[in-house]
């Protein structure tokens, strides 16, 4: 079956649209929402796989240099779907019964993903704008607009000279201050994750701790994302630490949270880096599925 992700261009909030449109047309496993929309009123969509009790979010694309991370999350989810798609099936009998493998993760697990948390920033990028532009339409850091340690990273930014809207590193003028981190927080809140991963470029890196807080469980998942993938656990710089995803999931959930730093070179990475990045971040993103004694619950 020709797959319908393309991963050999780069992503567009456009592209993406139409891929998601195309894989839940094909895949009724997928059921596809938006959770908000973006401050030039894109909108920001969820596609989840999966009847079970415990959630999992997976993200992709605070940055927006960083847009090939959506085109990461978008092919696993067609490679989830079609996994999937004869559990799905058999579970509404909407075909006859069939010979292929049942995955037992579909009635154990909701996956929720946010392929593109920022598509106005990806759009800024991709459509031949600013190619180091990390922020939103707005000049806004959305990796450093939720409310963990805000204020400090408030006056780590401001001491480096972010003080202002632009293209990296901005707080913005309060937490939760834009339309896309108060869309990512809200709907995390709704769906109450047992754990989150957010994919980041660049470094094959691992970050799962924050401040002082060691979620139960969270260090053995991340020795197992770092088996799958070659890439090493490491604490947060500290001129990067605070007011991110994960540092505000850990701090308010108290459960595993992972940054995924992507690939190795400079943001943005190109497009044909994308197949050996996805040999190693695949299987990392189906650890926490398949390994059902390292997972959490809620």
């Known amino acids: 079956m020709t797959p319908i992700v393309p991963t ?44 079970g009790p415990v959630s999992y ?37 909407s075909n006859e019964p069939t010979s292929a493998p049942y995955s037992p993760w579909y009635e154990r697990y909701t996956l929720h993903m946010v392929p593109m948390v920022n598509p106005d920033g990806v759009d800024i990028v991709t459509n031949g704008g600013d190619p180091a532009w990390k922020a939103n339409a707005r000049g806004v850091d959305l990796n450093s607009n939720y409310p963990a340690g805000w204020d400090l990273a408030r006056k780590h930014k401001y001491a480096r000279g972010y003080t202002t809207p632009g293209p990296r ?11 896309e981190s108060m869309a990512m927080a809200a709907y995390t809140k709704a ?15 691992i970050y799962w701790r924050y401040r002082h807080y060691t979620p139960p469980g969270a260090a ?30 850990i701090e ?8 995924i730093e992507c690939g190795f070179g ?20 189906k650890v926490p599925l398949t390994h059902p004694e390292t997972s959490t619950t809620r």
């Open 8 to 51: 050999t261009i780069p992503f567009t909030s456009q592209i993406q649209e139409a891929s998601i449109m195309r894989l839940a047309s094909r895949y009724p496993c997928i059921n596809i929402s938006v959770i908000g929309h973006s401050l030039k009123n894109r909108p920001i969509y969820a596609l989840t796989v999966g009847i």
């Open 266 to 285: 400079e943001s943005p990475l190109p497009i044909s880096d994308f197949e050996g990045i996805y040999k190693k971040v695949g299987p990392l993103m």
């Open 57 to 93: 979010m997976y993200n992709a694309s605070h940055h927006a240099n960083e847009w090939i991370t959506s085109v990461i999350l978008t092919r696993f989810a067609e490679d989830i779907a079609q996994e999937m798609q004869p559990s799905w099936e058999r579970y509404t009998g």
């Open 191 to 205: 769906i109450n994750p047992a754990l989150t991963l957010s994919l980041h470029t660049q470094g094959e890196e």
């Open 220 to 249: 053995k998942l991340a020795q197992q994302l770092s088996k799958a993938s070659g890439y090493i656990l490491e604490d947060v710089p500290s001129e990067s630490s605070h007011a991110g995803y994960r540092d505000w999931f």
């Open 169 to 179: 590193d901005y707080v913005g003028p309060h937490p939760l201050s834009e339309p």
């Open 252 to 259: 308010s959930f108290n459960r595993p949270g992972y940054t």
